[in-house]
């Protein structure tokens, strides 16, 4: 699927290159996976690896990211007698191959970011537009592919109706370039408004990227609180539409149409906007959506060395309070039954910690003082940072809390996870952070709705009382040298 080829004006033998989406190890021919990258981020970044593999290469064939190419299929398809700059497209229209100078790359890589990657006229348009030259559109009649997957077993979801997004994009893109005579200093815009904690992600992305394209995020104007505290290198474009909801009431590409009409012409006319919700089961992959979201800014992420998983916390923090009485605060509902911790867990491990003479609190949970915990409010950001800072410890969901206090506020943190895998939401241990589940063969499932195997609405892969009552004690030994009765 990241396939290409070296060629030169002046002829010769070429060269293919096939790249693998990368299973961990981001060796020499695996590309950094994200699942929130659009297709024509991976185009760039084939581009960039072929460059810097061929470097005295003036042209590059580059496949559609989104097609199983290999480039000896390319070479079956006499791509080298397409002139560049080209597109090849199938009998229907849909880009097959982009044939594009190299130059396009070193001098303006940003605007390849525009690119449709579905709709060949809409893509030639554009990079005549860019180019200022013509672009030649051949097709490739006898071959015509068959109708694209709403999604797949590996978790990609591309279906034509959500295609569409892009194509509304690109015919946004080509409207500001012929009316805007300073259009290449338009700046790029980020589309991935919602939900809480993906907000937390990309701003930490952003202050991590080191030559950053984008300067600017469409965000939901409820997030607010979260934008101010998480210090994101991105500014906020101000989305005044509630988040999409999670019951699928609402689809994906009906709320983008509603949040284009919303934003209007004053934001969507004077930015390039990139449509980077999710485009894989964000679960599916094996790296942390921080590094995910820096892939989809631009960072090409050659390395394991460079992802956030083996680095330092960018911040640590620790409650100023004596160690002893150790406190703890807990948010162990996650909005929906299936995230929620076990109530009968919760309800052991609270008593077992207040007979260690640990003081527990719990956010939103009332129903949970009758074992020893105390029940704490905290449903905007400020109300949350100040909860955290009375506790030495937070435990917490796969949530926005948890998200904002590791990754915002640097606090010592243990993560719990049911359904979702702690590689791509938590990832990294240290003396500030770790993470816990069961390690059931079934994790993870990814349900929303429920346990698929036993039909109960509670996940049984999330740690047991004594688990987590075990590393809450080690933390705190580490972090604030407390032992119990001591």
């Known amino acids: 699927m990241l396939t290409g080829m070296a060629l030169s004006a002046l002829g010769g033998r070429g060269e293919g290159f096939d790249f693998t989406f990368s299973a961990g190890d981001l060796g020499p021919d695996e590309i950094f996976e994200s699942s929130t990258s659009p297709p024509s981020r991976y185009l760039l970044e084939v581009a960039r690896r072929i460059m810097a593999r061929a470097p005295l290469a003036d042209i590059l ?13 390319l070479e079956g398809w006499n791509v080298r007698a397409l002139k560049s700059p080209a597109v090849l497209a199938d009998a229907d229209g849909f880009p097959l191959v982009y044939v594009l100078p190299r130059w396009l790359f070193e001098e303006s890589e940003r605007f390849v970011l525009l690119l449709s990657m ?21 097709r490739n009649d006898g071959f015509r592919l068959g109708a694209y997957p709403v999604s797949t077993s590996t978790g990609w979801f591309q279906g034509r109706d959500r295609q569409q997004a892009y194509k509304v994009l690109t015919a946004s893109a080509l409207q500001i370039i012929a009316g805007n005579p300073g259009w290449r200093q338009v700046p790029f815009a980020v589309y991935h408004p919602y939900h809480a904690g993906s907000i937390v992600f990309f701003a930490a992305a952003s202050r991590a990227v080191e030559q950053p394209i ?3 995020h469409i965000v939901c104007s409820t997030y607010r ?3 101010a505290a998480a210090d994101s290198r991105l500014a906020p474009l101000w989305l005044k539409l509630p988040w999409l909801p999670r019951d699928g009431s609402i689809g994906e590409p009906q709320y983008f149409a509603a949040a284009l009409d919303r934003l209007g012409p004053e934001v969507v006319l004077n930015n390039f906007i990139v449509f980077m919700r999710y485009s894989r089961n964000s679960g599916a992959g094996r790296f942390h959506l921080i590094d995910q979201d820096r892939f989809s800014l631009g960072e090409s992420l050659q390395t394991g060395t460079s992802l956030t998983q083996v680095q330092a916390p960018a911040a640590t923090a620790r409650c100023a309070l004596p160690a002893a009485p150790l406190k703890v605060l807990f948010h162990i509902t996650g ?3 299936i995230k929620n911790y076990p109530k009968d867990s919760a309800r052991q491990l609270i008593r077992a910690l207040s007979l260690l003479g640990v003081s527990v609190s719990v956010i939103g949970r009332p129903d949970l003082e009758a074992y020893g915990a105390t029940s704490l409010e905290a449903d905007e950001t400020d109300l949350l940072s100040e909860a955290v800072a009375g506790h ?11 998200h904002f206090v590791r990754n915002v506020m640097g606090w010592p943190t243990i993560g719990l996870f049911g359904t979702t895998p702690a590689a791509n939401y938590g990832g990294g241990w240290h003396s500030h952070y770790r993470t816990l589940d069961a390690s059931l063969p079934c994790h993870p499932c990814g349900s929303e709705q429920g346990c698929p195997i036993f039909g109960t609405a509670e996940c049984a892969n999330y740690p047991s009382p004594r688990r987590l009552l075990t590393a809450i004690l080690e933390m705190a030994q580490q972090v604030y040298g407390f032992t119990p009765g001591a």
Do not use: C, M, T, Y
């Not at 097609?67 to 299929?73: E, G, R, T």
């Not at 410890?393 to 796969?398: R, S, Y």
């Open 61 to 73: 064939v580059l496949a559609n990211p989104l097609l199983p190419l290999k480039a000896a299929q």
């Open 214 to 216: 984008f300067s600017r």
């Open 118 to 138: 579905v709709d060949a006229g809409l893509d030639q348009r554009l990079l005549q537009a860019v180019l200022g030259r013509e672009v030649r559109l051949s």
């Open 225 to 227: 609180d979260i934008v």
């Open 392 to 402: 030495h410890i937070f435990v917490g969901l796969d949530s926005f809390p948890h």
């Open 335 to 337: 909005g929906i039954d």
